[in-house]
């Protein structure tokens, strides 16, 4: 009786040779290369190679790569990275805070909104990989979102597509901010009328098109000729 052959058993991701581990992991993005590195032994050596760390590094923080590379010779880039992330959070948590001490019945000064974007402006490093993980997320409201938004188009000058997208990732793109502006009355014959208020509600995803170009620019203006009064709330308390 003659036996059939034995099958070979199937080749297993593990198995792979050293140099295509690294290829692959090489082109993942940070939460990816985490995930994968969790899999076996085998991924997580390649997942924790200087290589993989260097280039997300290099990638979110170009101008802060010389500096790493110099101390990448005592410390690797993986802990670079990670403590590079950390003071991130940190600085940008800052922002944050005083954005939450500000608030005032829920409604944001346009004087403190612009610090804000200011202060981020200010802190060297803060890419739009930052502004991803730490404005982006929903535990923070929707002015803080919507901070981020505006941070990334008029100082990062991030395409409002690729804003748009970012959004959708961290599914926040539904939530709306309200603006309200109180204009000096005009004058009629030689009488000034009652001051004028307007309110206009928009969403995130909106404020990424061009009918939200107007909005980012009567915010980015503030409380300046007629308008003297410009604060930015919560369009849904529950968001």
């Not at 009786?1 to 993005?29: C, F, H, K, N, Y």
């Not at 923070?140 to 979102?145: D, E, Q």
């Not at 901010?177 to 014959?189: A, E, I």
Request: hydrophobic content about 45%.
């Amino acid at each position: 009786m003659e036996l059939s052959p034995t099958p070979a058993p199937a080749g297993r991701w593990a198995d792979l040779p050293e140099d295509i581990a690294l290829a692959v992991a090489s082109r993942l993005q940070e939460a990816d290369v985490c995930a994968l590195g969790a899999c076996s032994r085998s991924w997580r050596t390649a997942c924790d190679a200087d290589c993989v760390w260097e280039r997300l590094f290099r990638c979110r923080w170009p101008s802060a790569a010389a500096e790493a590379a110099v101390a990448s010779r005592v410390q690797g880039w993986k802990a670079l990275y990670i403590n590079q992330h950390r003071r991130m959070a940190v600085v940008i948590s800052n922002v944050v805070e005083f954005v939450g001490s500000s608030l005032n019945n829920g409604s944001l000064e346009s004087e403190y909104y612009l610090k804000a974007i200011a202060d981020l402006a200010l802190m060297a490093d803060i890419g739009f990989l930052d502004v991803q993980f730490f404005l982006f997320s929903r535990i923070h409201s929707a002015i803080i979102n919507l901070i981020g938004l505006h941070y990334s188009i008029a100082s990062l000058h991030v395409p409002p597509t690729e804003v748009s997208k970012a959004l959708q990732a961290r599914q926040v793109t539904g939530r709306k901010v309200c603006v309200n502006l109180l204009k000096l009355g005009r004058w009629f014959y030689g009488f000034r009328l009652p001051d004028e208020q307007e309110s206009r509600k928009i969403s995130l995803s909106e404020l990424t098109m061009a009918e939200g170009a107007e909005i980012l620019a009567i915010l980015n203006r503030g409380a300046v000729h007629e308008v003297f009064r410009l604060r930015i709330s919560l369009a849904d308390i529950d968001k």
